[in-house]
Nanobody, 117 residues
Framework: QVQLVESGGGLVQPGGFLGLSCVAS????????MGWYRQAPSQQRELVAT???????SYADSVKGRFTITRDNAKVTVYLQMNSLRPEDTAVYYC???????????WGQGTQVTVSS
């Protein structure tokens, strides 16, 4: 089993910034791909950004140039730096870990990000 614990959400004004972090524990491997997804009310969960163990990243078009995903392989931790936040970024953000052996996806409990004045 894999456990993911997220932190760093909160309330921020438009144009502001927030940083999220997610620590993995349990039966984990630094070879796993990790990422962030988000789900706004009445919407489907969508990809925000992913990062491979080699550091290759991908982003949703809506966050390119504003969000940065990084990771610490030694700690099996993934981060999301969010700048120039917009009201439409408001959502619950979920950390994702994909097992390199089984390809099973594991999810964190989610952390709320609210962008509002």
């Amino acid at each position: 089993q894999v456990q993911l614990v997220e932190s760093g959400g909160g309330l921020v004004q438009p144009g502001g910034f927030l940083g999220l972090s997610c620590v993995a524990s349990g039966s984990i491997s630094s070879a796993a791909d990790m990422g962030w997804y988000r789900q706004a009310p009445s919407q489907q969960r969508e990809l925000v950004a992913t990062i491979t163990n080699g550091g290759r990243t991908s982003y949703a078009d809506s966050v390119k140039g504003r969000f940065t995903i990084t990771r610490d392989n030694a700690k099996v931790t993934v981060y999301l730096q969010m700048n120039s936040l917009r009201p439409e970024d408001t959502a619950v953000y979920y950390c994702n870990y994909r097992s390199p052996w089984s390809q099973i996806d594991y999810w964190g409990q989610g952390t709320q990000v609210t962008v509002s004045s």
